[in-house]
């Protein structure tokens, strides 16, 4: 079973910027995916990249804000957010596709790390 850990949350004010990390227990080839979900809000899907890094695809909510990447010789993917909003507030996922490409369902998931908060205050 593959692992996740997240990293890099925390508290920042409207404006700033934080930069998601998560590392996977293993090499992984598969797509992965930045997720989110907010108090009584469903989890939904932020960005997702390719296993090559070279296909993207990010939520209309965040686009052109945040920047998803990931680095395979490290087995580790990344969120960089810029320009927060306190609607970026929620608690923040990563998770390993079964699939190719840029998935953006959440049943096309099959690992989860266990989260990160982000809150952006106004």
């Known amino acids: 079973q593959v692992q996740l850990v997240e990293s890099g949350g925390g508290l920042v004010q409207a404006g700033g910027s934080l930069r998601l990390s998560c590392s996977v227990s293993?090499?992984?080839?598969?797509?992965m995916g930045w997720f989110r979900q907010a108090p009584g809000k469903e989890r939904d899907i932020v960005a997702a990249?390719?296993?090559?890094?070279?296909?993207?695809y990010y939520a209309d909510s965040v686009k052109g804000r945040f920047t998803i990447s990931r680095d395979n010789a490290v087995n580790a993917v990344y969120l960089q957010m810029n320009s927060l909003k306190p609607e970026d507030t929620a608690v923040y996922y990563c998770?390993?596709?079964?699939?190719?490409?840029?998935?953006?369902?959440?049943?096309?998931?099959?690992?989860w790390g266990q989260g990160t908060q982000v809150t952006v205050s106004s």
């Open positions: 998770a390993v596709s079964r699939e190719l490409g840029t998935p953006a369902a959440i049943g096309q998931y099959a690992d």
């Open positions: 990249i390719n296993r090559s890094g070279g296909s993207t």
């Open positions: 293993r090499r992984t080839l598969h797509a």
